[in-house]
C-alpha cells in the first residue's frame, strides 16, 4: 500500500448560475465533495488540481484562485505518511471548460447544486456528527464528506457554527 504524502488539493467548481459541483465518492471516505487528490507527483498543488479535474471531472482548468487551505487530521485510504495521519490542504476555486466526463471508478451522482440544497447536506453531515443520522442512512444517503464542511464554511458556501465544525471535524479522526 502506498504512504500518504501528506499533502491534499481541493478544487471548487461553480457555474454561471452559482450552483457548485459535487459528487458522491465512489470510495472511502463517504460523502458529497469537490474534485480532490494527493500531490504526489503532479509537482505542487496548482498541477494537483488540474490534474484531479480532468482525473476526477473530465473538465480542463483554465483559472485556479486559492480560497482557502491549511493543515487537517483526516485521514485517506494511504497508509500513514511522514506526518501522520492528514493533510496540509490548498483548496481553489476554478474556472473550467470541457464536457463532463466523470469518473466511474472515482466519482457517483455527479450534480450541480443549487446553494440551497449544499446548505442541506451540511445540515446532514452536522446531524450526521451529533449522532442524528446512523453510519448505515449516511452512507446511503451522504451529506457532505466531513473535511469539506471547513473549506466550504471558510468560502461562505455553507453556514454551519464554530461548535458544529468541532463536531464534524471529530468525524475525520
Same mark, same amino acid.
Given at each position: 500500500?502506498?504512504?500518504?504524502?501528506?499533502?491534499?488539493?481541493?478544487?471548487?467548481?461553480?457555474?454561471? @448560475?452559482?450552483?457548485?459541483?459535487? $459528487?458522491?465518492?465512489?470510495? $472511502?471516505? #463517504?460523502?458529497?465533495?469537490?474534485?480532490? !487528490?494527493? $500531490?504526489?507527483?503532479?509537482? !505542487?498543488?496548482?498541477?494537483?488540481?488540474?490534474?484531479? #479535474?480532468?482525473?476526477?471531472?473530465?473538465?480542463?482548468? /483554465?483559472?485556479?484562485?486559492?480560497?482557502? !487551505? !491549511?493543515?487537517?487530521?483526516?485521514?485517506?485510504?494511504?497508509?500513514?505518511?511522514?506526518?501522520?495521519?492528514?493533510?496540509?490542504?490548498?483548496?481553489? @476555486?476554478?474556472?473550467?471548460?470541457?464536457?463532463?466526463?466523470?469518473?466511474?471508478?472515482? /466519482?457517483?451522482?455527479?450534480?450541480?447544486?443549487?446553494?440551497?440544497?449544499?446548505?442541506?447536506?451540511?445540515?446532514?453531515?452536522?446531524?450526521?456528527?451529533?449522532?442524528?443520522? /446512523?453510519?448505515?442512512? $449516511?452512507?446511503?444517503?451522504?451529506?457532505?464528506?466531513?473535511?469539506?464542511?471547513?473549506?466550504?464554511?471558510?468560502?461562505?458556501?455553507?453556514?454551519?457554527?464554530?461548535?458544529?465544525?468541532?463536531?464534524?471535524? @471529530?468525524?475525520?479522526?
Amino acid at each position: 500500500m502506498k504512504s500518504c504524502d501528506n499533502t491534499s488539493v481541493g478544487v471548487i467548481i461553480t457555474d454561471h @448560475q452559482g450552483r457548485y459541483l459535487m $459528487f458522491d465518492r465512489a470510495t $472511502f471516505p #463517504v460523502g458529497a465533495a469537490s474534485a480532490a !487528490g494527493h $500531490f504526489d507527483d503532479h509537482g !505542487g498543488a496548482e498541477a494537483a488540481g488540474r490534474a484531479e #479535474v480532468e482525473e476526477e471531472l473530465g473538465l480542463t482548468v /483554465t483559472s485556479l484562485t486559492r480560497v482557502t !487551505g !491549511g493543515w487537517r487530521d483526516n485521514p485517506c485510504r494511504r497508509r500513514p505518511g511522514a506526518r501522520g495521519t492528514g493533510h496540509d490542504w490548498t483548496v481553489y @476555486q476554478a474556472t473550467v471548460t470541457g464536457d463532463l466526463t466523470p469518473s466511474a471508478r472515482e /466519482t457517483k451522482n455527479v450534480r450541480w447544486i443549487a446553494p440551497e440544497a449544499l446548505q442541506e447536506l451540511a445540515d446532514r453531515t452536522v446531524a450526521y456528527a451529533q449522532g442524528r443520522v /446512523t453510519d448505515t442512512a $449516511f452512507e446511503a444517503a451522504p451529506g457532505i464528506e466531513p473535511v469539506w464542511m471547513q473549506w466550504l464554511a471558510d468560502i461562505a458556501a455553507i453556514d454551519v457554527n464554530p461548535d458544529e465544525l468541532l463536531q464534524v471535524e @471529530q468525524l475525520t479522526r
